[in-house]
């Protein structure tokens, strides 16, 4: 008989977050574990759907209220609150901060409990791919429930302080105390946290990295002279940068085509931007398409002639997708050197500083651009084999449920 198994979720398993990543994850929990699906969004289930349960944040003040004493009748409430009296800094915005964080866990524990019939006897997983509020909701309460093991992946907002309000994550000792294991999808990711938080390296935290499926190994080949092409694809939002790279080609001599793949806040003006200082120059081209599902962008990847994947990300907590789709079809990769990414950029492209000039952009492109067949050609093998090797969801899943099953 198949342990119980609970996945909770954001997205997952519907379109859109995490679902790119856990989507092939799934199918190995399913065959090792009986899983339900715990997702914050509203339940729309279709056939061949996943069992699913949907538990939507509380939004009513009475529910608030009363997750709001609860949870200040819990004793690591109060050591947060005083950890944050000695930070010495945004004393009272930080209190607030923590507030809504503990009541939103609260409240989110109570309804976990009523939905999972949670009781002292039960030795389910709960595996949080997310280590938020929601995983905290649980933490708080461990103790009730002696046989059950928690189980939470970390990736980028919840765990670096930058990416929290006020440049601090909350309840981070709370957690570790009661988690069986705290996953980590990226090695920078993990000596970031051991640093932090004075920890030691150990089985409690393993280092797991998320991966994606190869859809064909080989991607559609031009040669460069013919029209070189070079994609981005992310949220066209501030900590992308990508006005970099229309000002980085601007300065280009080289003919480029330039692809976007992504939707955003920021496109309509970067669109503006674009045509105001590319518009003129016979050498480059553009185009915005806009937001594409997982599975469009890999068909794109399948039919169109790609000679270099861009980002110029201010920062980044994992290995990105959107970089492990470019390798998978060969594609080297030009980056910043943020996070992981040097990581991924190691043979296979040319990593930029972390605050890269247009001026250095501009070079790195005409370096792709111009870089000998031979040299060019083995950075592609490269990309190709840094896939298969690190990034390869066939590979990287069984792996982590494997860990699961050992617990």
Known sequence: MKRKLYLITKTFPYEGGETAFLS?????????FDVTVVTTEPIDKGEGMPSVISLLPSVGFTDKLWGMVRFLANGDAWRELADIMRSGHDRLSQIGRGLMFGTAAENFYRRLCRETGMGRETDAIYYFYWADYKCFGLTMHHRKYPHIQIVARTHGYELYDERELYGRQFFKPQMDRELERLVFVSEYGKNYYLRNYHKQDSVKYPLHRLGIRQHAAQAP???RNKGFVLVSCSNVIEIKRIDLIIEGLALVEDSVTWIHIGDGVLKNSLQEKAKE???????ITYEWKGALPNHAVMD???????????????????????????LSYGVPVIGTRVGDIPYMVDGNGILLSPNPTPGEIAEAVTQMCRLEEEAYGIWRENALHKYLRDYDADKLHPEMAAELLGL
Do not use: D, M, W
């Open 277 to 283: 200082i590319l518009g003129h120059k016979e050498n």
């Open 300 to 326: 794109f990847y399948r039919q169109q002639p790609v000679h270099c994947f861009i980002t110029t990300t201010s920062t980044e907590g994992g290995n990105p997708v959107s970089i492990q789709e470019a």
């Open 221 to 223: 080949q031009q040669a």
């Open 24 to 32: 092939p994850e799934y199918p190995y929990l399913t065959e090792n």
